[in-house]
């Protein structure tokens, strides 16, 4: 794959002037915000779609929105990623039966908020699955420390407040943690690391400080990860989702407490 990154990154906050109330008085306040730059994603000369992001893993968001929509099976199918910063275009050339393509045609705007995350399908979490593989051993305390070590990240969301992160973790550690101001974002930037660095996900983890949606669990389950963990709350269509594709679902992760959804995906342990 010929990979490159073209243009200077625009940085990840802005101060902006504002007035905070303490003590009944309004002050001047300048407050750090997080930038939302909107990239624009070409595959094969055609226009796809703009996702508005922080601007960091740029690379790792545009390919983990495609493996997520199955458009991508293997990384040898990546042919060219180029990333132009100056424009705020990707350009990704592949090498990909055109019925995969037709899974995303010319969608528009991908906003960034919590309700911007979109998926054209749930096919992908609807598939059969592998039904011979071995529930992933883990821990009540192993499922606490790792959600604790992703709301302690050193991060931009001590700075800003305003983004959600996103990790692959095991029982060991907390293997890498991506942020972005759309939560769907951050899961694809972690699914994007993956796809992009041969690390398997049978095995894993995948957390989110982002509640659970059907689009986070049909991320999730085209990535064949066996439990999704969020600090927040999960719909009922994500929770459905999540039992018919085997993966168990951990929410409100916090206090030494959560909720357990267990679908087969995953082996718990009370310790």
Do not use: W
């Not at 968001?61 to 293997?74: D, K």
């Not at 041969?198 to 059907?214: A, C, P, Q």
């Amino acid at each position: 794959m010929s990979d490159r990154n073209t243009g200077t990154i625009d940085p990840l906050t802005v101060e902006v002037p504002a007035l905070r109330y303490s003590k009944g008085a309004l002050e001047p306040y300048p407050i750090s915000l997080a930038r939302e730059i909107p990239y624009t994603l070409f595959v094969n000369d055609r226009e796809i779609l703009s996702i508005a992001t922080l601007p960091t893993h740029i690379e790792e968001l545009f390919v983990g929105f495609l493996v997520s929509e199955g458009v991508l099976e293997a990384p040898a199918e990546i042919l060219v990623c180029h990333v132009d910063h100056g424009s705020r275009i990707v350009r990704l050339e592949l090498d990909v039966p055109e019925e995969r393509m037709e899974t995303v045609g010319q969608k528009g705007m991908l906003t960034s908020g919590c309700a911007g995350g979109v998926v054209f399908s749930v096919k992908a979490a609807l598939a059969p699955r592998d039904d011979r593989r071995e529930p992933l051993r883990v821990s009540c305390s192993v499922i606490l420390k790792r959600m604790q070590e992703l709301d302690t990240y050193p991060g931009l969301y001590r700075v800003t407040r305003g983004v959600h992160a996103s990790s692959l973790a095991d029982g060991d550690r907390n293997h890498f943690i991506r942020e972005d101001l759309g939560r769907h974002n951050a899961v694809d930037k972690v699914i994007g690391h993956c796809f992009l660095n041969g690390i398997v996900t049978r095995d894993k983890l995948l957390l989110t400080t982002g509640r659970i949606t059907s689009e986070v669990i049909t991320k999730a389950a085209r990535s064949r990860f066996p439990i999704v963990v969020s600090r927040s709350s999960a719909s009922a269509l994500a929770v459905s989702i999540a039992r018919q594709s085997r993966i168990d679902v951990v929410t409100y992760v916090r206090g030494g407490r959560f909720n357990y959804f267990p679908h087969g995906g995953a082996d718990l342990s009370q310790e």
